[in-house]
């Protein structure tokens, strides 16, 4: 089975942490990189300074694949009755 290499940029926005694992197709990783993203947004949204969470997959040479993110973006409104 070929192993994938997982980058993982969680809330903290630490170092990124690596691991590795095997799949029997490249479409079974990706399923694998998107729970645990998901699984990571359950545990806490991102925050700032990065606001994203991400998580890279790389094939057994550790070439990259794909990347997954979620970004939390805030986007300011201009309330006409407030001065500004």
Do not use: H
Not at 8 to 31: C, M, N, Y
Not at 58 to 83: G, H, S, W, Y
């Amino acid at each position: 089975m070929p192993k994938f290499f997982f980058q993982v940029i969680d809330r903290t926005g630490a170092e990124p942490t690596e691991f590795a694992l095997e799949f029997p197709s490249l479409d079974d990783a990706k399923q694998e990189a998107r729970r645990a993203l998901a699984e990571m947004a359950s545990e806490g949204l991102p925050a700032e300074p990065l606001n994203m969470l991400a998580v890279e997959l790389f094939d057994e040479n550790k070439v990259p694949i794909t990347e997954l993110r979620l970004l939390l973006e805030e986007v300011p409104k201009l309330r006409p009755d407030v001065a500004g």
